[in-house]
């Protein structure tokens, strides 16, 4: 099983609140993701890291940063929480030395915004 | 467009019994296709990948194949559990770019009742 841990599990919060949603691994990947999935939909990229201090936007990027100071570590920030933000939010990771190496998904932050 | 298509959009079986997944795509060009399973609540998990000169490819219960010339793939599992009733997400990566961007299906909801 991978390691990869996301918090919290669950979060409901108020319009306009700033929130911080913590991913970590411990397999020392260089890649990692951020996704974004909602009931009956296929999983939207919203944020990706290729190593320290790189980071991208994905497609559904325009209202999170990221940052990545540690290669374990990538938090993913709302900086005001809005009702459509309400989703399931991914973390994954994969090892960048092999081409065809899996993403490693975490159990996900399940967000309600009220 | 490059797309990801997945039926049957849910699937209902007797524990025991054989099914068939299937996910058609037109991504090009193509790099490697993957399956997941993902269990309700959690992230999905690797189940199998299959590069271009790859025409099966077993996991246990479970057996992808692939037809390259019709970007057509199947997940078949055998003699179905309990556990196995779960969301099974098709994903296939472009060879394109650097980035290799994956391409995710809805998902088949399958579910084994006892």
């Known amino acids: 099983e991978a390691d990869i841990y996301q918090t919290p599990r669950y979060l409901v919060i108020g319009t306009g609140k700033k929130i911080t949603l913590e991913c970590s691994q411990t397999?020392?990947?260089?890649?990692m993701y951020w996704y974004q999935q909602d009931p009956g939909m296929e999983l939207h990229l919203i944020h990706y890291?290729?190593?320290?201090?790189?980071?991208e936007k994905g497609d559904l990027s325009s209202e999170s940063t990221v940052s990545r100071i540690r290669t374990e570590h990538f938090p993913l920030t709302l900086e005001s929480a809005r009702p459509s933000h309400t989703s399931q939010y991914l973390c994954?990771?994969?090892?960048?030395?092999?081409?065809?190496?899996?993403?490693?998904f975490g159990n996900g932050t399940r967000l309600t915004v009220t | 467009k490059n797309q990801v298509e997945q039926s049957p959009q849910s699937l209902i079986i007797l524990e025991g019994k054989n099914c068939t997944l299937q996910?058609?795509?037109?991504?090009?060009?193509?790099?490697?296709l993957r399956w997941y399973k993902q269990d309700t609540g959690r992230g999905p998990v690797s189940l199998t990948i299959?590069?271009?000169?790859?025409n099966t490819k077993s996991n246990g219960r479970y057996t992808a194949t692939l037809d390259a010339d019709t970007k057509q793939s199947s997940l078949h599992i055998t003699a179905s559990q309990l556990s196995d009733s779960a969301s099974y997400i098709c994903?296939?990566?472009?060879?394109?770019?650097?980035?290799?961007?994956?391409?995710f299906g809805r998902g088949t909801q399958l579910t084994v009742w006892p």
């Open positions: 994903v296939v990566t472009d060879r394109g770019s650097t980035l290799g961007r994956l391409y």
């Open positions: 397999m020392g990947h260089d890649k």
């Open positions: 890291s290729y190593g320290v201090n790189s980071t």
């Open positions: 299959m590069t271009f000169s790859e």
């Open positions: 996910c058609n795509y037109t991504v090009s060009p193509f790099s490697n």
């Open positions: 994954a990771s994969s090892d960048e030395k092999q081409g065809t190496s899996p993403l490693h």
